[in-house]
């Protein structure tokens, strides 16, 4: 089925089309529940310093713009592709919401306070949209540029797409403990927890599609 005629078919499906815009509403919501939340996580007391060897052997140095510029490019890239039918975007839409809530609980289960040496990462966009401006130190464990990352990956079904996306979260994950804005464990984690949020928002994706007669072409 052509792209056009499945967005046609999602605006004459009023039940299919609820239920999508539903999924949109709450991702939106669940984005600005994770910013409160981050915020709210700073002010945290009762965080632990890890002895991180891996970080212990790479010399701080500030990557900020290489981090920005290759998360910003991967995620404006992809999207456009990832979001071109309505079943495609429904799963994105569950997956950043699964991804989301899932770090808060885990976070707020980790408590950490930042590796020695950290030189915060910056990202004005993010700051401005979602942090009240204010520069996070405590996101740790899981790293949320990491699993974001290879979220996208494992949604992206064009193979090249997918390999040029994996080896920038590799890049990603290995920058983010250069400039020590996560300890290892917190990049090492962060595959698993997006492999987790990726089949859980393809089973309620499907669920969802296939209650409200709406078949994902095998193209998917």
């Known amino acids: 089925m052509k792209k ?4 046609k078919s999602l605006i004459n499906n009023k039940e299919f089309l609820k239920i999508w815009i539903l999924s949109l509403v709450t ?14 996580n700073e002010s945290r007391t009762n965080g ?17 713009t290489m981090l920005f510029s290759i998360t910003w490019i991967c ?8 979001l071109r039918t309505p079943e495609r975007a429904l799963k994105i839409f569950w997956g950043i919401s699964i991804m989301g ?8 289960m980790v408590p950490l306070d930042p590796p020695i040496g950290i030189i915060p990462l910056r990202d004005p966009f993010v700051e ?18 990491t699993s974001n990352m290879v979220l996208l990956t494992l949604f992206m079904d ?16 290995y920058l983010l403990m250069v400039q020590h804005v996560h300890y290892a464990i917190d990049v090492i984690a962060a595959p698993f927890f997006a492999y987790l949020a990726y ?22």
């Open 48 to 64: 632990v310093i890890l002895d991180d060897f891996i970080l212990a052997n790479i010399e701080a140095r500030d990557v900020s």
């Open 199 to 220: 089949r859980l928002a393809n089973n309620v994706a499907d669920r969802l599609v296939y209650k409200y007669n709406q078949p994902i072409p095998s193209s998917i």
């Open 158 to 173: 064009f193979k090249w797409l997918k390999t040029l996306l994996a080896i920038a979260s590799i890049i990603v994950g």
């Open 128 to 145: 401005g949209a979602f942090y009240d401006n204010k520069v996070l130190v405590k996101d740790l464990f899981f790293s949320g540029h």
């Open 101 to 108: 809530i899932t770090r808060c609980i885990v976070m707020y």
């Open 75 to 82: 995620i404006l890239g992809s999207l456009p592709i990832l």
């Open 4 to 7: 056009s005629k499945q967005w």
């Open 27 to 40: 991702t939106l919501a669940v984005l600005f529940i994770v910013g409160l939340y981050l915020c709210y």
